[in-house]
């Protein structure tokens, strides 16, 4: 089963996704307890993209709500709406290190002991950066910067005014 290029179409993502499904299936692990998991296609998507994106980080990107996704030792923060979430340990050090090599790889960059950082733009557009040790010195660092696909109305604006500035508060 051979991972798709990192930019990749649509169709072969969908491709990969379809056998990452049937391997599923295969290997019989589509069952928990013996009963049979509700839905494999959407786990299948999951691992796919986990496997051809940015591991455990790509459902952040999913959410348009995601303004930037941070990662410092392990722990991840999102921003959204302007208020910074933790959303704890959701890996190791070790997963991000290998992360931040994988996109700095597709992104025809390398990440050594000489240049230990990279910066990249996405398949989508986001802004990609990540720092090593040396440079860090709590592991691995990432910043993801979370581009908005469609255009703020003035209304949009607006909300995202502090109140003090929008008068009403």
Known sequence: LAIPPWRASDEERQRFAAA???TIVE?????????PLPDIA????????????????????DDDATDEIIVRD?????????????LGLLA?????????????????RVMTGQRPYVLVDLPNGDRFTAIK?????????INIRHFQRSALTLADLAHRLPT????DG
């Open 92 to 108: 190791d050090d070790a997963h991000f290190a290998l992360v931040a090599e994988r996109v700095a790889d597709q992104g025809q």
């Open 133 to 141: 040790p040396p440079l860090s010195v709590n592991g691995t660092a």
């Open 27 to 35: 290997l019989r692990l589509d069952r928990v307890d013996g009963r």
């Open 42 to 61: 959407g786990l299948a998507e999951r691992l796919a993209g986990m496997l051809t994106g940015i591991g455990v980080l790509n459902p952040l990107l």
């Open 74 to 86: 392990g722990r991840v923060l999102r921003e959204r709406h302007g208020a910074i979430e933790d």
């Open 20 to 22: 990452v499904a049937q």
């Open 164 to 167: 003090q500035l929008r008068g």
